[in-house]
């Protein structure tokens, strides 16, 4: 079954605007609310003419902009609570590999990935309980209530080896982006324990290598594959998959 509302953060480009798009074209879903950091001149999703898509402000660096977020979105889901947040937002900062790492280069990617996607969850957690207690019986899915934590295999720990694609940082250059990345698998999966009580489920993603921004023209998919293959897994979840990291094609990723 479709969630009833799903948050996307960081739905103006890339991956998030990709889900967006692909949870669209499922009728069942009652709102999308995506997150930008600029909605005047979030112009693909401004574009986008269906009735059911709500862009709000929302900058997860900033605690002002995440409240006035959370109260928004509480006037637009009223009595039956957020479903689905899929934490999205993220920026990659890679660093000359001459120098030393600029302490404020590590500190401007964990702000997002890392210490914004949790005070957001945190934020969305009474809406998120909200929908979830309006369902009987021990149910996980995302159309009860879910959080989805856009990560990356780059973040996983077992994956990082001599012999392996994932294995160092090209000498120090992304290890700040993939430091974050360990710390969100970490954040989800000691969230999806802690919200077992209240039928939250919680798991990680890697949607793969994406032709965005973030993962330039060289990649291998294309921003609407990803999301095809993300959402159709997302809808297969139950309580098994909870506290857990998946490849877009929920095949299973070792922390
Ligand atoms: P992009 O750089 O293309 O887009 C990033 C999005 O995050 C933008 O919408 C950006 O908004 C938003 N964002 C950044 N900082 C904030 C913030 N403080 N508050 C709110 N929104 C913010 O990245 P991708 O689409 O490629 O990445 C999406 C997710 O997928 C990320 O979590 C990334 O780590 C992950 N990922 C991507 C891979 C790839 O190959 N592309 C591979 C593995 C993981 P704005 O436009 O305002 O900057």
């Known amino acids: 079954m479709a969630p009833h509302s799903i948050l996307i953060t960081g739905a ?7 889900l967006t798009k ?46 006035n977020a959370v109260k928004v979105i509480e006037a637009i889901v009223g009595d039956n ?17 001459k120098e030393r790492t600029p302490r404020e280069k ?17 934020a969305l957690l009474p809406l998120l309980q909200r ?24 973040g996983s720990v077992t994956m990082n080896t001599a012999e392996s694609p994932f294995g160092g940082s090209s000498k120090f250059k992304i290890l700040g982006y993939k430091a974050t990345k360990s710390a969100l698998n970490q954040i989800g999966r000691s969230m999806a324990i802690d919200l077992l009580g209240d039928n939250i489920l919680a798991c990680n993603w890697c949607p793969g290598w994406v032709k965005t921004d973030m993962g330039s023209q060289a990649a291998m998919l294309e921003p609407h594959e990803s999301a ?28």
């Open 22 to 67: 692909e949870f669209l074209k499922n009728k069942d879903i009652g709102v999308l609310i995506a997150g930008a950091r600029d909605p005047v001149h979030a112009d693909e999703l401004n574009k986008i003419t269906d009735k059911r898509l709500k862009v709000i402000e929302l900058d997860i660096n900033c605690d002002q902009s995440i409240d």
């Open 131 to 154: 929908a979830a207690s309006r369902v009987q019986g021990d149910e996980f899915s995302i159309s009860r209530a879910a959080i989805l934590n856009i990560s990356s295999t780059g």
């Open 106 to 122: 590590i500190i401007e990617q964990f702000q997002p990935n890392v210490f914004g996607t949790l005070i957001l969850s945190q």
């Open 12 to 18: 103006n480009r890339g991956i998030g605007l990709a």
């Open 81 to 97: 609570g957020l479903n689905c947040l899929v934490n999205n937002a993220a920026v990659s900062v890679p660093c000359e590999t």
């Open 228 to 255: 095809e293959a993300l959402v159709n897994s997302f809808y297969k979840l139950n309580k098994s998959h909870t506290g857990n990291f998946y490849d877009r094609n929920l095949e299973a990723i070792p922390f």
